[in-house]
């Protein structure tokens, strides 16, 4: 059986994090997923995925096709259901759908769609249905990876100098800990392959601590929080989620929030997670084109892959930052900062590509990565996409 992930056309609701990326490559508790998916079942997968993002994330076609929608959580029960599907027939619930099996190579949403005629109803199962829903869900995502993970596993053990409370947790080989607290009374703790987490730190679960990543000296990182691969966090974390190769590594506030993948948060940096009427908060729409209501009355930042913001910014609560954006200057930049942004309160104008480029180039090599032609391609179509958003575009940044 071969497993493609595709995204439907509810995608636009979780931009400007899938500008980058499949959404089935979202990240929330552990893992991504698509790595929830290839856990649970013996296959590997592949994507239908929009066209300038299928030269990094590429389509394999067998002559038994399982079709997933990306946007879906894998839970046992759900995997359990799909692969009773037999071909032709495809699953739902209500007016969405969840997989389809077919021997047929199908290229988009909408040829899958027109495939789905043996339709078979089930219930509750869970989707990603906003960029909120990424750390609103975070927590209990975590505990169900962390089963997943470890079950029937033993954990590497750590020195006496570190205080442990509470009985889940687990670390991966190479990890290097030293006088730290690490509290799991309302949720695991999982700390990957070859983490750090420096002295005077002190952790709360649900926690997620991926490989190669580090916590700085003295962090108060609370519940509910996942730290992607190779970032560096630092300062007072709260229900947020970093993606890969990302840095908040100073003092400063950050909850309930998204950070994308090669961001850096300058020094001092703060995120107000709450308004001061204590009213709900309205996050900008991509679908919508407008701020439309959360139902949620603490919600912080979504920051999309390579945006960068320097120091002592301060963030209004429900703010969206599209893909490379660099934000500096004193007071509260707008709620809905678009991708290709430079500027901040007194005024944006556009962050030209070759200056994004080079900024990208220099960051991705210190993590001995390449900003490659595919690289290059697929910001060039984010950077033509959100033109819409940039209002000011006669003034390009050039210098």
């Not at 509910?224 to 560096?232: A, E, F, H, N, R």
């Not at 556009?350 to 220099?362: G, N, Q, S």
Request: proline share 3%; aromatic share 10%.
């Amino acid at each position: 059986m071969n497993i493609l992930l595709f995204d439907d056309d509810k995608r636009s609701d979780l931009l400007p994090l899938v500008y980058t990326r499949p959404c089935a490559e979202l990240r929330i508790g552990i893992l991504t997923l698509a790595e929830k998916w290839q856990k649970r079942l013996p296959c590997k997968v592949s994507y239908i995925t929009q066209k300038y993002l299928s030269a990094k994330f590429s389509a394999h076609f067998s002559s038994d096709n399982l079709y997933i929608n990306g946007r879906l959580l894998a839970t046992e029960n759900l995997c359990q259901t799909i692969l009773t599907l037999k071909n032709n027939s495809s699953l739902w619930e209500g007016d969405k759908i969840l997989a389809l099996r077919s021997e047929k190579i199908l290229c988009s949403y909408e040829e899958i769609q027109r495939e789905c005629n043996n339709k078979i109803q089930t219930e509750g199962t869970v989707f990603l249905n906003f960029t909120y829903d990424i750390f609103s869900k975070n927590g209990q995502e975590i505990a169900a990876d962390f089963h997943l993970i470890t079950a029937g596993r033993t954990s590497a053990k750590l020195s006496d100098t570190n205080t442990l409370i509470g009985n889940n947790i687990f670390i991966e080989d190479g990890v290097s800990i030293e006088a730290a607290v690490l509290n799991a009374s309302n949720g695991p703790i999982y700390i990957g392959k070859n983490a750090v987490i420096m002295e005077g730190s002190t952790v709360r679960g649900p926690l997620a601590l991926c490989e190669d990543s580090t916590i700085k000296m003295g962090a108060k990182i609370y519940g509910d929080t996942t730290i992607g691969p190779s970032c560096k966090v630092g300062g007072e974390v709260s229900n947020t989620v970093f993606y890969a190769n990302s840095n908040k590594g100073h003092d400063g506030f950050l909850g309930n929030s998204v950070i994308g993948e090669w961001c850096n948060l300058g020094a001092d940096t703060n995120s107000s997670n709450l308004k001061n009427n204590y009213a709900y908060v309205k996050l900008w729409n991509y679908t919508a084109k407008r701020f439309s209501p959360t139902g949620l009355q603490f919600c912080g930042l979504i920051m999309g892959d390579h945006s960068k913001c320097g120091i002592n910014t301060m963030f209004n609560t429900g703010t969206v930052v599209g893909v490379s954006a660099n934000i500096f200057g004193a007071s509260f930049p707008r709620n809905f900062i678009p991708s290709f942004t430079w500027g901040g309160a007194s005024g944006f104008a556009t962050y030209a590509i070759p200056k994004a480029f080079e900024t990208a180039r220099v960051v991705m090599q210190r993590r001995n990565k390449e900003l490659n032609d595919i690289e290059k391609d697929l910001l060039e179509n984010v950077f033509a996409q959100s033109a819409e958003h940039r209002f000011w575009e006669n003034k390009p940044i050039n210098t």
